[in-house]
C-alpha cells in the first residue's frame, strides 16, 4: 500500500522522497489522495503533474472546518480557473470566511480572482514603479541590496500576477539599471562584529551593569511581558473564531459571533480563573502574564474571575493574595468576577443540556467512574423526564451526597468517557450560603462562565488541551456563544516544590514559616525575599510562550532579577561580620561624609552619604594576616583601597583575642592620589546602623525534590536544614535608614537585598534575594 501511494504521489510531481515524506504523515496522505481522486474524475484520467503543486497545498493546508469544500477547490485546480497559490491562499480564505451551506460562486471567484489576467505590460509599470521607488538605494548598494523588498512590493501591486514572472521582471529590471555583476559585486561581504563597549575604570567588576537594551524600555522602566513577547504570540482576530484548528461551526456560527462581536465591540477578552483555595506560584506568574498582557497588548480587558466552585476548599486570605498579587505583577482586573455569580444561569443551562438529551443522572460512585474506557452508565439512556425530576431533587437536597450526578454525554479526548456536571456537596458556600447543595464542575463551569463573559481568547496551560473538544461540545450542544481555547506550556522549577498540599506539609512540618516564606517559589514568598514584579514578568517572557512543559533552573530567574535589581536598586555598603579599624592618623582636614553614588555606573541617577570616620569597619574576610599572591585585599604586606573615600589604608598592628583572632587593626591612610593603586578597594562602615541579615539558599538538595527515582525518602527528607542562615548583628551604612518594607538595595560586593516585612522603626531586618554574579577570578 505504501509503494502504491509513493507511485501515486510521484505521479502528480513529487520527488520520490517528498512522496516518501508525506506518506509518514497518515492525514496528509488521506487529504492528498482524495484530492488526487476528484482531480482524476474531473480530469477524466488525464496528466496531473501541471497542477500538482496545487493539489498538494489542498492536501497541507485545507483547514478542518473547510474540507468538505475540498472537491470544488480541486475542480477549480483541475480547471485551471485557479492557477497560482495566491488564488488558492484566497479562495481557501474565503471559503472559511463564508462557512455557509450554499456558495455565492460569483463573490467566490471574484475574492478568488477567477478569470482575472495580468498582462506582461502591467507587471513591467508595477515593477518600474517600485524599482523606481529605490533606485537611489539600488545604485548606491547595487546587487547587494535586499531584493526581497521589491519583489513583495510588486507583488503587493498585482495580487493575481504569476510570481515567477513578477521576479523575472525584477531581475531584468535590475540588470537593465546596474549592468552585469562585477567582480566587487561577487564579493561576499563580511560580517561586522559589533564593536565591544569601551570599559570605564570601577573600584568593584559588580558594577558594570548587564546590557539593558532587551529589557528596557526607552522611558527606563522595564518592558512588559507582551513588549518582549510581541510577535511571538500569533492568536485568532476577534470575531474570527471560526478559522481556529478544530473550532467548531454549526449552522448558528455565524450570526452568533455577530452578536459577540456587537458586545464585545471586536475587543479582545481575556481571564485569569484561579481557585481561591491556594496562594499563587511562579506558574501562575505566566498564566497572570499572558493573560493580563495578551489584553492589555491589544487594547482589550482581562477579568480575574474566581472559580469558587469547590466550597470545602475555599477561604477568604486566598481570595485576597489572589488579587494582591496580580496587583502587584503591574495588572489591573477589567473585572473581578466569581463563577458563584453565575449559579443560576449555569443551573439553568444544565436542565437545557438534559432536555436536549446531552445529560443524564447517574448512580455510580466516584470509583466506579474513575479512570479511562470504562463501560457506559446503566443510566445512560434513562428518559428526560425522569432526569430532569432528578436533577431538581438534588437541587432540593432530597438525595444523599455521592448517591447522584449530573453527567455529560461527551467523551474526553484524553479518552474520559462522559464527564460530571454537578455533582451534591452539603457544604455552604462563601458567597451563596445555603442556597445550593449542589455544585457544578470545572468541565461543566469553565467553558460556560468564558461564553458569559464573552471571553475571546480563553487560554489555559497544556493540561487542558484534553477538554478542549468537550469545551467546544458543551457551548454548542447548548447553542450558545462558543470562546477559542488557546493551550501553552505549563512553567515549572527545579528545586522546589509548588503543591499547596506539599507547601502545607513543610509549615506543620516546621521547615519554612508560612506561605510567604523567602525560600519558597510562592508569590508572596518571591514578593518578600525582594523579587521585583517587572523581573518576574521579564523571566515569564524570556521562558516565552511554547506548548512544551518547561521546567527550567531557578538560576534564569536569578539572573532576570539580577538584570532588573543592577539598575533599579541603589548601593549600600554592610558588613556582616564586622572588623574595627582605627585610622591612626586620620587628617583634620578629611571629609565627614563621603558622596557614594547610587548607580556607579551611572551617576546621572544621583548620590548618597555616608560618615566617614576615624573608626571604621570592614568584612573580617577582606583581612588576613600575610598574603599570598593569589590574595589582593588588605593584609599587613599588602595595602587596600577603601570604596568611594579617596583612601588607601596600611596596617600597622595587629590587635587579637585571647584565641588570636584579630579584632582590631590599627592602620594608616593616605590619599589615593599619592600612592600606588591598590591591588583591590573594599567597602566599610561608620557609624552604621545593626541590622538583621537572613541569607537564604535552595531549600531541597536535589532537582526533583518529587520524584521518588531521585528522592526515594519523599520530598521532606530532601529539605536543606541549613538554607537559612540569621546574621543577627550586621552593620548597614546609614543610607538604608527609613527604608520601607521591600524596599531594595545593592549591598557592595555582598548581594541585593530588601527590607523584610518583620522590621521594625528601631532594627531593620534583610533579605538577601539574590548573590551578585560570581567573578573566580576575586580574592
Known amino acids: 500500500m505504501a509503494s502504491e501511494l509513493v507511485d501515486l504521489f510521484v505521479g502528480i510531481g513529487l520527488t520520490e522522497q517528498k512522496a516518501k515524506e508525506t506518506i509518514k504523515n497518515d492525514q496528509v496522505s488521506k487529504n492528498l489522495k482524495g484530492a488526487i481522486d476528484t482531480a482524476s474524475t474531473v480530469s477524466n484520467g488525464k496528466d496531473l503533474k501541471e497542477v500538482g503543486k496545487l493539489l498538494y497545498h489542498i492536501a497541507t493546508k485545507l483547514k478542518a472546518q473547510i474540507k468538505n469544500r475540498q472537491p470544488l477547490l480541486v475542480e477549480y485546480v483541475v480547471k485551471k480557473k485557479i492557477s497560482s497559490e495566491n488564488q488558492l491562499n484566497a479562495a481557501m480564505e474565503y471559503l472559511l470566511s463564508n462557512p455557509v451551506d450554499k456558495i455565492d460562486i460569483t463573490e467566490f471567484e471574484k475574492a478568488s480572482g477567477v478569470g482575472v489576467v495580468v498582462s506582461p505590460?502591467?507587471?513591467?509599470?508595477?515593477?518600474?514603479?517600485?524599482?523606481?521607488?529605490?533606485?537611489?538605494?539600488?545604485?548606491?548598494?547595487?546587487?547587494?541590496?535586499?531584493?526581497?523588498?521589491?519583489?513583495?512590493?510588486?507583488?503587493?501591486?498585482?495580487?493575481?500576477?504569476?510570481?515567477?514572472?513578477?521576479?523575472?521582471?525584477?531581475?531584468?529590471?535590475?540588470?537593465?539599471?546596474?549592468?552585469?555583476?562585477?567582480?566587487?559585486?561577487?564579493?561576499?561581504?563580511?560580517?561586522?562584529?559589533?564593536?565591544?563597549?569601551?570599559?570605564?575604570?570601577?573600584?568593584?567588576?559588580?558594577?558594570?551593569?548587564?546590557?539593558?537594551?532587551?529589557?528596557?524600555?526607552?522611558?527606563?522602566?522595564?518592558?512588559?511581558?507582551?513588549?518582549?513577547?510581541?510577535?511571538?504570540?500569533?492568536?485568532?482576530?476577534?470575531?474570527?473564531?471560526?478559522?481556529?484548528?478544530?473550532?467548531?461551526?454549526?449552522?448558528?456560527?455565524?450570526?452568533?459571533?455577530?452578536?459577540?462581536?456587537?458586545?464585545?465591540?471586536?475587543?479582545?477578552?481575556?481571564?485569569?480563573?484561579?481557585?481561591?483555595?491556594?496562594?499563587?506560584?511562579?506558574?501562575?506568574?505566566?498564566?497572570?502574564?499572558?493573560?493580563?498582557?495578551?489584553?492589555?497588548?491589544?487594547?482589550?480587558?482581562?477579568?480575574?474571575?474566581?472559580?469558587?466552585?469547590?466550597?470545602?476548599?475555599?477561604?477568604?486570605?486566598?481570595?485576597?493574595?489572589?488579587?494582591?498579587?496580580?496587583?502587584?505583577?503591574?495588572?489591573?482586573?477589567?473585572?473581578?468576577?466569581?463563577?458563584?455569580?453565575?449559579?443560576?444561569?449555569?443551573?439553568?443551562?444544565?436542565?437545557?443540556?438534559?432536555?436536549?438529551?446531552?445529560?443524564?443522572?447517574?448512580?455510580?460512585?466516584?470509583?466506579e467512574v474513575k479512570g479511562h474506557n470504562n463501560p457506559d452508565s446503566p443510566w445512560r439512556n434513562r428518559p428526560i423526564e425522569e432526569s430532569l425530576k432528578l436533577f431538581e431533587d438534588m437541587r432540593k437536597g432530597k438525595i444523599d451526597e455521592g448517591k447522584a450526578t449530573l453527567r455529560m454525554k461527551t467523551i474526553l479526548e484524553e479518552g474520559k468517557k462522559d464527564p460530571v456536571a454537578y455533582r451534591i456537596k452539603f457544604t455552604p458556600h462563601h458567597r451563596t450560603g445555603d442556597k445550593w447543595c449542589i455544585y457544578p464542575t470545572y468541565d461543566f463551569t469553565h467553558c460556560l462562565c468564558d461564553s458569559i463573559e464573552n471571553i475571546t481568547h480563553s487560554l489555559c496551560t497544556k493540561e487542558f488541551q484534553s477538554r478542549r473538544s468537550s469545551y467546544y461540545w458543551l457551548c454548542n450542544a447548548l447553542d450558545i456563544y462558543c470562546p477559542v481555547q488557546w493551550e501553552y506550556g505549563r512553567l515549572n522549577l527545579n528545586y522546589a516544590v509548588v503543591s499547596k498540599r506539599k507547601i502545607g506539609k513543610l509549615i506543620t512540618e516546621g521547615f519554612v514559616r508560612d506561605w510567604d516564606d523567602p525560600r519558597l517559589?510562592?508569590?508572596?514568598?518571591?514578593?518578600?525575599?525582594?523579587?521585583?514584579?517587572?523581573?518576574?514578568?521579564?523571566?515569564?517572557?524570556?521562558?516565552?510562550?511554547?506548548?512544551?512543559?518547561?521546567?527550567?533552573?531557578?538560576?534564569?530567574?536569578?539572573?532576570?532579577?539580577?538584570?532588573?535589581?543592577?539598575?533599579?536598586?541603589?548601593?549600600?555598603?554592610?558588613?556582616?561580620?564586622?572588623?574595627?579599624?582605627?585610622?591612626?592618623?586620620?587628617?583634620?582636614?578629611?571629609?565627614?561624609?563621603?558622596?557614594?553614588?547610587?548607580?556607579?555606573?551611572?551617576?546621572?541617577?544621583?548620590?548618597?552619604?555616608?560618615?566617614?570616620?576615624?573608626?571604621?569597619?570592614?568584612?573580617?574576610?577582606?583581612?588576613?594576616?600575610?598574603?599570598?599572591?593569589?590574595?589582593?585585599?588588605?593584609?599587613?604586606?599588602?595595602?587596600?583601597?577603601?570604596?568611594?573615600?579617596?583612601?588607601?589604608?596600611?596596617?600597622?598592628?595587629?590587635?587579637?583575642?585571647?584565641?588570636?583572632?584579630?579584632?582590631?587593626?590599627?592602620?594608616?591612610?593616605?590619599?589615593?592620589?599619592?600612592t600606588e593603586k591598590p591591588k583591590a578597594f573594599i567597602h566599610w562602615v561608620a557609624d552604621a546602623l545593626t541590622c538583621e541579615i537572613r541569607l537564604y539558599e535552595r531549600l531541597f538538595h536535589h532537582k526533583n525534590p518529587e520524584d521518588a527515582n531521585e528522592v526515594p525518602g519523599g520530598f521532606l527528607s530532601d529539605v536543606n536544614t541549613n538554607s537559612l542562615t540569621v546574621i543577627p548583628n550586621a552593620l548597614v551604612d546609614v543610607s538604608v535608614k527609613g527604608a520601607k518594607n521591600f524596599d531594595r538595595f545593592q549591598f557592595e560586593r555582598c548581594g541585593f537585598f530588601s527590607v523584610d516585612p518583620d522590621s521594625t522603626a528601631d532594627r531593620l531586618v534583610f533579605n538577601r534575594t539574590v548573590n551578585l554574579k560570581e567573578d573566580p577570578g576575586k580574592n
Open 121 to 367: 505590460e502591467e507587471i513591467e509599470t508595477a515593477v518600474e514603479e517600485v524599482i523606481g521607488k529605490y533606485k537611489n538605494d539600488l545604485i548606491e548598494s547595487r546587487y547587494k541590496f535586499n531584493t526581497g523588498k521589491l519583489l513583495g512590493e510588486a507583488k503587493g501591486k498585482l495580487k493575481w500576477a504569476d510570481g515567477k514572472a513578477v521576479k523575472n521582471e525584477v531581475d531584468m529590471q535590475i540588470l537593465d539599471l546596474l549592468g552585469p555583476k562585477t567582480d566587487a559585486d561577487l564579493e561576499k561581504t563580511p560580517k561586522q562584529k559589533a564593536p565591544k563597549p569601551a570599559k570605564t575604570v570601577q573600584d568593584s567588576k559588580t558594577d558594570v551593569p548587564a546590557s539593558t537594551e532587551d529589557f528596557m524600555g526607552a522611558d527606563g522602566h522595564v518592558k512588559s511581558f507582551m513588549d518582549l513577547m510581541g510577535d511571538a504570540v500569533k492568536f485568532h482576530k476577534t470575531g474570527e473564531n471560526y478559522k481556529t484548528d478544530g473550532y467548531v461551526i454549526t449552522p448558528n456560527t455565524m450570526d452568533i459571533l455577530k452578536e459577540h462581536l456587537k458586545k464585545t465591540g471586536g475587543k479582545v477578552y481575556t481571564r485569569f480563573p484561579p481557585e481561591p483555595n491556594g496562594i499563587l506560584h511562579i506558574g501562575h506568574a505566566k498564566a497572570i502574564n499572558f493573560n493580563f498582557g495578551y489584553a492589555k497588548w491589544t487594547g482589550g480587558n482581562c477579568y480575574l474571575r474566581y472559580d469558587d466552585t469547590n466550597p470545602e476548599k475555599e477561604e477568604e486570605r486566598f481570595f485576597t493574595g489572589i488579587k494582591d498579587m496580580v496587583e502587584w505583577l503591574g495588572y489591573k482586573p477589567f473585572k473581578v468576577t466569581h463563577a458563584s455569580d453565575n449559579f443560576d444561569q449555569l443551573y439553568e443551562y444544565a436542565v437545557e443540556l438534559i432536555r436536549r438529551g446531552h445529560a443524564y443522572i447517574c448512580h455510580q460512585t466516584a470509583e
Open 521 to 674: 517559589f510562592t508569590l508572596t514568598a518571591l514578593r518578600r525575599r525582594g523579587f521585583p514584579s517587572e523581573a518576574i514578568n521579564l523571566f515569564c517572557a524570556k521562558v516565552g510562550v511554547t506548548m512544551a512543559q518547561t521546567v527550567i533552573d531557578p538560576s534564569l530567574l536569578e539572573s532576570c532579577i539580577r538584570d532588573v535589581l543592577n539598575v533599579t536598586a541603589p548601593r549600600a555598603m554592610a558588613v556582616f561580620d564586622p572588623l574595627k579599624v582605627t585610622i591612626s592618623n586620620f587628617p583634620t582636614n578629611a571629609p565627614s561624609e563621603v558622596n557614594v553614588p547610587n548607580f556607579p555606573a551611572d551617576e546621572k541617577k544621583g548620590f548618597h552619604k555616608v560618615p566617614f570616620r576615624n573608626v571604621i569597619y570592614i568584612e573580617q574576610s577582606d583581612f588576613r594576616e600575610v598574603a599570598d599572591k593569589s590574595y589582593k585585599r588588605l593584609s599587613t604586606n599588602q595595602t587596600a583601597g577603601l570604596r568611594h573615600a579617596g583612601f588607601v589604608i596600611s596596617v600597622d598592628k595587629v590587635i587579637k583575642d585571647k584565641n588570636g583572632k584579630p579584632i582590631e587593626l590599627l592602620v594608616t591612610c593616605t590619599k589615593s592620589t599619592e
